[in-house]
């Protein structure tokens, strides 16, 4: 039996993130997922090493590699459309729910219940999905953090209340991970093949 399932949601290669703002750094959700995956990764890493935890990082990293495949379906919806209204939420998480539905219905029978812990948002473990939910928010400050870099005042708004969602994480390992590794973000390549490690720690709101 053949399957379309990877080959359908490669195609999120061409879903562009932030589509209601003006981007000077176009962000494809593909893209973003790899980069959820890896800092979502090392969050788990950060909290299985310094604060008792017992993440399986494996699974932790594998299910952000698929956290956003639904939007091959639903397109990349923005956030302040997405929670504009309690009816607008239910509705996207409808579509949302059934998008995932289907992309497991793409895969041969005998491998569904492998990719379903992965692809349906309500199969992933509580403690996994809020790893995740972390790094996406860490990427989203990233993002907007470059876009301000790049001088594209769109993104300020957005930054502002990033920065205070982070704040109410309260989570330790997001903390640990924009104190270690974001500051290296604003530095050029030059810099960091120099090993340049005198980053000026800022506050958040600054960085």
């Given at each position: 039996?053949q ?14 993130r ?64 997405k ?48 790893i ?49 590794f ?26």
């Amino acid at each position: 039996m053949q399957s379309h399932f990877f080959a359908y949601i490669s195609k999120i290669r061409w879903i562009i993130r932030w589509g209601l703002k003006r981007n000077a750094i176009p962000e494809n959700v593909m893209e973003h997922s790899w980069e959820v995956a890896t800092i979502a990764h090392a969050m788990a890493v950060i909290g299985n090493r310094r604060f008792g935890r017992q993440y399986d990082v494996n699974a932790v990293a594998t299910a952000a590699l698929y956290h956003d495949v639904s939007e091959v379906i639903t397109g990349d919806m923005p956030t302040p459309i997405k929670y504009h209204s309690p009816g607008m939420q239910r509705a996207f998480k409808e579509v949302e729910v059934q998008a995932e539905r289907e992309l497991i219905g793409l895969l041969p029978e005998d491998l569904r219940e492998d990719f379903t812990h992965l692809v349906v948002s309500a199969e992933v473990p509580k403690d996994i999905k809020r790893i995740i939910k972390g790094a996406d928010t860490i990427a989203a400050f990233l993002k907007c953090q470059e876009e301000l870099k790049a001088g594209n005042k769109e993104f300020s708004k957005a930054a502002e209340d990033i920065v205070a969602r982070i704040s109410g994480f309260d989570m330790p390992e997001v903390d640990t991970f924009l104190e270690i590794f974001s500051p290296s973000y604003k530095l050029t390549l030059d810099e960091l093949l120099n090993g340049n490690d005198k980053v000026r720690k800022l506050p958040l709101h600054q960085q």
